[in-house]
Structures are given as C-alpha cells and as structure tokens.
C-alpha cells in the first residue's frame, strides 16, 4: 500500500508519502482508504491516523518509466497535519521527475487555497478536488484558484445530482461507490455531468458504476467506455516520444 502499480483505471501507480486522514464529508463515509488499513492491519501499525512517511518521498526518483502517478491513494496530501516543509519536499520530488504525471486530489480545498502560493506548481502536476454532491460544488471555485497545469474534479461516489461550472476546469472523472454498503449511482446523474463536459469542451472519464466490487456494474455509460483524458496528457506522452528518439536516434 506504500507505493505499487493500481487497477485505478485512470492512472497507472500510487504513491503515498503520507497515509490515514479523517471524514470531512458524505463521500468519505465508505472511505475504501480506511477499509485497507483494517484489512491489512498489519502494514499499518498507525491505523488510518494520519502518518508522515519521509523514507517514501524520494521513491520516484528511482522510477524510470514515464508514470501517472496518484498522489496519495490512502490519505489527503492537503491534509492540516502535513507540515508545509514535508509538502515542498513532496512537490520537490516531482518537479525532480518530469517524466511523471502526479495527480493529486483533496477535499480539503480550503487549506489548499492557502497553501498553494507556497508551493511550486510544475508543468506535471495534476490538481484535483473531490465533489461528491452539489452541496461541495463550491470546491470547484477553489481549485480555480490553483495555478496547476491541469485542474480536475473527482465526482466519486458521485451521491446526487450535480451542476457545475467547468470553466478553466480540464478534466471531469465520475464513478459509483463500491462495497457492501454502497449507495447507488443514478444513470441520469452520470449522464448529465458527461453532457455538461461536452459543452465546455472537457475530458470526461467514466470510471465506473459500482456496486459490492468496483468492476461489479462495469465501466459502460450509454454503450460506450469513456476514458478521456485532458489534452496535457498527449502532449505530455508527445514530449517523452521524442525524448526517447533523441536519445536512441
């Protein structure tokens, strides 16, 4: 769980600096995070309190392969207790690697607001926040304010109807909640937020619908699989291309 290859469809490893966190809202009631630190208690000798792991910080130094790498799976980079010089550390890192793309998400928008003229935006860094109904939408407006490369919204479990304003926003990705006790997404909730993508031109990613497993209503949304990603990432993919031409040619 510390940093390892995912079956998240929309990137492709994780990497946590720091794990455990604590419920800030209706999308964190089923927080999976939280399940894996009871079902593998054993790696976790902290449970799900939020911990520092400075020994992981440099890991992707040592990863080669061009990457997009998810921020911290199993806890809140923006979480209040992470120490702003752990954070520049954190951002150090990745502007060491720009081979990767780094996706970060918060729910905590507010101390990201406050903290991102602190830290240095690299062209790799992905910024997200977490809206899971319309009473969070206003997390959107924060992440407005952030000067990342790319902004993006997370609507998972997407919980109710949603009504967004996606100006300077470049990527939307939607899903349904999985596990025993998941609540159940409405076809026509995932619908309109694809239609409201469509009309501000953003990338729209169905991740998928949920149920007791996460592959358990499959990843189709009205016959099609949707796994657009923002014009960064082929622009990113373009750059690393010629790169690895100019160094073999």
Known sequence: MASTHTGIEWTDRTWNPTTGCNKVSPGC?????????????????N????????????????????????????????????PIGFLKDVFDV??????????????????LVELASQLEWHNNIWMGVSVENQDYVHRVDSLRQVPANVRFLSCEPLLGDLHLNLTDIHWVIVGGESGNRYRP????????????????????????????????GGRELDGKIWDEMPLAWNSHRQAKKKCIYKLVS
């Open 94 to 111: 990745m502007g060491q690697t720009p081979q990767h793309i780094y996706q970060i998400l918060t729910k905590r928008h507010e101390h």
């Open 47 to 82: 449970g799900f309190d939020l911990t520092l792991h400075r020994e992981r910080i440099k890991e992707p130094l040592r990863w080669r392969k061009p990457s997009r790498i998810f921020v911290n799976s199993m806890s809140d980079l923006f979480h209040e207790d992470v």
């Open 185 to 216: 997404m409405k076809l026509e909730w995932a619908q309109s937020i694809r239609d409201q993508c469509q009309r501000f031109d953003v990338a729209f990613f169905f991740k998928q619908w949920g149920g007791r497993t996460p592959k358990a």
């Open 29 to 45: 009631t089923h927080c999976y995070a939280e399940a894996l630190t009871k079902r593998f208690h054993q790696n976790f000798p």
